[in-house]
Structure formats: structure tokens, C-alpha cells
């Protein structure tokens, strides 16, 4: 909190101090962390940072809301950063293409990121709950930081109904409390709204908590130092509530205010065209409009996203744009991210290959642009949607003839 100056609305402009548990302002406006820049860039440095043996989200400390060494035992942060020619070449790209794996995170998820820093706050607050709605990631992700703790904290999890297996079973082996709401994911999370109020829960909602952004952020922050802050045109999101849209804004503007980077990328925001609320809000220059959930790719499937203003201001002040894509664009993209880079994502990950395809097909993003990418969640967290992009094992009876008919091309 060295550089923590205050809270601040991104409405009205009020000010508030950094309250660990402090969510918005009085106006209903959404709060957003503010840094001392300068006393920041005076103090720090990226030769400092360099020299840090914490690989991990906390080497960011600087640009971290938190007091004291509070943070979970889990090490989150520092996921693979890819460089991917064949993957480049399948899209139409002649220049790099860089992909981060956040899949690869404790939980499979970049939703790692913002359950650490929200447990970190909640232990600062001196909660023995913390609660939150998810389609999935962020419930698992939360759970399993809630877990590393190893007693004193309890996570209570709001799922919808449709929230995949795999990620339910996650909930359930690391001991959080899963309250499986059937109705969607708008109904599970005004549950678990009420419920927070009601018993007085931390909140980790991420589009409420403004400490969150600040946890989602380091991703990028990462993706700048493995690039030795030589950033890239184009940096590639896929956008479900908004949230970490919002943080990759904020790790840009953190960067650039600090002098640690002197270039930044325009984003790229992908939505599933089932479900693309914020997408459209941009595309119309409305305001923002709820959206059916209609789309295999769970984790961006927020039919009311309540984090839009901060995602829509960080393409805008990008210059960036946003796509929306099929699930069958999806699927394929499943597929080909697989088989092109060995990296296996989840379909609301997929999906951001998916939109990079449209967009390099339309001409928006041009053959010679350098391009990264966030794969936010591991497919193994779907592994039914995995099998409709993959299609199914050959089955074949233990006979070698039989095996060889196939394999030059007989039917067995």
C-alpha cells in the first residue's frame, strides 16, 4: 500500500481512502485504485524489479493494494509466455504471435490473479467469510486460495445452474460452501449480492470489489516484462463481465504512467455472439443492454456484466475494437490453438483465437501487426466442449490386422 493514494469513482470523481472493504461510492459508481506515478517512478525502477527472486504475481508489489505479507500460500503468477509461428501462420499473421498461457495457474485460471489479491484484502479486513457468484473460474479460483489458508476462512461459491462438472468439482474438493442457484448467472449473482449484505460476507465480486481489477492486472504486467516492455500492436482478451478487460486498461496505463513501457497495444475485447452485451454497447455507443446467455463458452457468458464501463474505456482509450464470435468459430479455434501450440484452452479462452481469426480475415488487424494473446482458463475445465471441437477416440478391438487396415487407410 506504500504507493496507494486513494479510492476514486470513475462517475463523480468522489474520493475515499483505501479501505480494505470498501466497494463503491455513494453514487453507485464503480471505484478504481490510485497510485502516486511519481513518486512510483522515482522509487522503482525495471532494473529493481529485475533483480526480484519472486516469481510470481507478487514481484508487482509496488503496483499492489496490499498491506504486510497477508497473501495466500498458492503461487499464482509468472504462467509461460509462447511464442507461436505455426499458430501465426493458420491466422494469417507473417509477424509474431505471442501467447500467455494463464491456464496454467493453481486453479487453471487468470482468475487466480484476482482471488489471491481479494483473500489478501479479506484477511486484511479480518473476514472469516468470503463469498462471491461465478459461472465457474472465479468460484474455483477463490476456493482453492480460500483453501491454501488452511483454516480460519470459509468460501461460500453462488454457481448457476449450468456451471460445468469440472469446475463444480473443483468447489467441492477444496471445501467451499457451493450453493448451486438454478436459475442463471444474473440470479446467482443478485443472490449472492443479498446474501453478502445480509451476513455481512467480504465481497469478491469482481466487478464490485475494485481491488480485483488491481489482482487481474498483473497478467499484463507480466506479459510487458517476459516481453523485455517491447509491447506488441495488438494485445488479444475475451470479455465476460468485464473485469479483466478493465485490468489489462489498468496495467497499460500503470506501465505507461511509469515510464516502464513506451508503447501501448490496442485491445482487442471478444465476446460469444450468444451473449455480447458489452459488445454491442460499443458497437452502438450505447449504453449498456442485458443480453440472453446463450453460448457454450461459460466463463464470459454474463448476460449482465457489471463491470462495462471500465472494459468499454479501456478499448476506447486503446483505440482498441471489439468482435464477437460463434460457438462454432469457437470450437474450431479450440482445436486449432491445440493442435498448433499444444496449449489446451477452455472455450471462453478459445474464443479470443476466434476473434483474432475474424478480425486478421477483415483486414482490422493487418498480416505484419504483432499480436499477443491471453489464454485465460485450461480446457480441462470443459472437457465435454473439448470433445465436440475434437471429435471422439477411434474404437477398435485389440486385433493388429485390424489396427494396420486403419492405419493405411482401410476401413478395420
Known amino acids: 500500500m506504500r504507493y496507494v493514494t486513494h479510492l476514486e469513482c470513475i462517475v463523480c470523481k468522489r474520493r475515499y481512502p483505501p479501505d480494505p472493504d470498501k466497494y463503491l461510492c455513494t453514487c453507485g459508481g464503480l471505484l478504481e485504485v490510485a497510485y502516486d506515478y511519481l513518486r512510483l517512478s522515482r522509487e522503482w525502477d525495471r532494473m529493481s524489479l529485475a533483480h526480484s527472486a519472486d516469481y510470481s504475481m507478487w514481484r508487482y508489489?509496488?503496483?499492489?493494494?496490499?498491506?504486510?505479507?497477508?497473501?495466500?500460500?498458492?503461487?499464482v503468477g509468472w504462467t509461460p509466455l509462447y511464442q507461436c509461428?505455426?499458430?501465426?501462420?493458420?491466422?494469417?499473421?507473417?509477424?509474431?504471435?505471442?501467447?500467455?498461457?494463464?491456464?496454467?495457474?493453481?486453479?487453471?485460471?487468470?482468475?487466480?490473479?484476482?482471488?489471491?489479491?481479494?483473500?489478501?484484502?479479506?484477511?486484511?479486513?479480518?473476514?472469516?467469510?468470503?463469498?462471491c457468484s461465478s459461472t465457474g473460474n472465479a468460484a474455483s479460483s477463490l476456493a482453492g486460495n480460500v483453501a491454501s489458508l488452511g483454516g480460519g476462512m470459509q468460501a461460500v461459491i453462488f454457481v448457476p445452474k449450468r456451471a460445468p462438472q469440472g469446475k463444480l468439482a473443483q468447489l467441492l474438493i477444496f471445501g467451499a460452501k457451493v450453493i448451486s442457484v438454478q436459475g442463471n448467472y444474473r440470479e446467482a449473482y443478485e443472490l449472492s449480492a443479498a446474501a453478502i449484505q445480509r451476513w455481512g460476507w467480504y465481497n469478491r465480486n469482481a466487478a464490485i470489489n475494485p481491488y480485483l481489477?488491481?489482482?487481474?492486472?498483473?497478467?499484463?504486467?507480466?506479459?510487458?516484462?517476459?516481453?523485455?516492455?517491447q509491447m506488441p500492436d495488438w494485445l488479444v482478451l475475451t470479455v465476460g463481465d468485464g473485469c479483466t478487460m478493465a485490468g489489462a486498461g489498468k496495467a497499460l496505463r500503470d506501465l505507461w504512467s511509469?515510464?516502464?513501457?513506451?508503447?501501448?497495444?490496442?485491445?482487442?475485447?471478444?465476446?460469444?455472439?450468444?451473449?455480447?452485451p458489452i459488445y454491442r454497447a460499443w458497437a452502438r455507443g450505447e449504453q449498456l443492454i442485458p443480453a440472453d446467455e446463450n453460448t457454450l463458452a461459460d466463463s464470459i457468458a454474463v448476460g449482465v456484466p457489471r463491470?462495462?464501463?471500465?472494459?468499454?474505456?479501456?478499448?476506447?482509450?486503446?483505440?482498441?475494437?471489439?468482435?464477437?464470435?460463434?460457438?462454432?468459430?469457437?470450437?474450431?479455434?479450440?482445436?486449432?490453438?491445440?493442435?498448433?501450440?499444444?496449449?489446451?484452452?477452455?472455450?471462453?479462452?478459445?474464443?479470443?483465437?476466434a476473434g483474432l481469426k475474424r478480425l486478421v480475415a477483415?483486414?482490422?488487424?493487418?498480416p505484419w501487426h504483432t499480436v499477443a494473446l491471453i489464454s485465460t482458463g485450461n480446457g480441462l475445465k470443459d472437457t465435454a466442449n473439448a470433445l465436440k471441437a475434437a471429435g471422439q477416440a477411434l474404437k477398435i478391438e485389440p486385433d493388429l490386422d485390424k489396427l494396420a487396415a486403419y492405419l493405411e487407410g482401410e476401413t478395420p
Do not use: Y
Open 362 to 366: 477483415q483486414g482490422t488487424v493487418a
Open 258 to 276: 511509469i515510464g516502464f513501457i513506451d508503447k501501448v497495444p490496442r485491445l482487442i475485447g471478444v465476446q460469444a455472439a450468444g451473449c455480447a
Open 61 to 75: 508489489r509496488p503496483l499492489l493494494p496490499v498491506r504486510g505479507d497477508i497473501r495466500p500460500p498458492l503461487r
Open 213 to 229: 481489477v488491481e489482482g487481474k492486472k498483473t497478467a499484463v504486467l507480466e506479459l510487458a516484462e517476459q516481453l523485455h516492455w
Open 85 to 131: 509461428p505455426r499458430l501465426a501462420e493458420d491466422l494469417g499473421l507473417k509477424d509474431s504471435l505471442w501467447l500467455k498461457d494463464d491456464g496454467l495457474n493453481p486453479t487453471g485460471s487468470l482468475k487466480d490473479r484476482a482471488s489471491a489479491l481479494a483473500v489478501a484484502k479479506a484477511r486484511e479486513a479480518g473476514a472469516s467469510t468470503i463469498a
Open 307 to 353: 463491470n462495462p464501463d471500465k472494459a468499454l474505456a479501456a478499448v476506447r482509450d486503446t483505440q482498441g475494437v471489439m468482435v464477437t464470435v460463434e460457438d462454432a468459430e469457437i470450437l474450431e479455434a479450440m482445436k486449432l490453438l491445440g493442435r498448433s501450440s499444444g496449449v489446451f484452452a477452455e472455450p471462453a479462452s478459445a474464443a479470443g483465437v
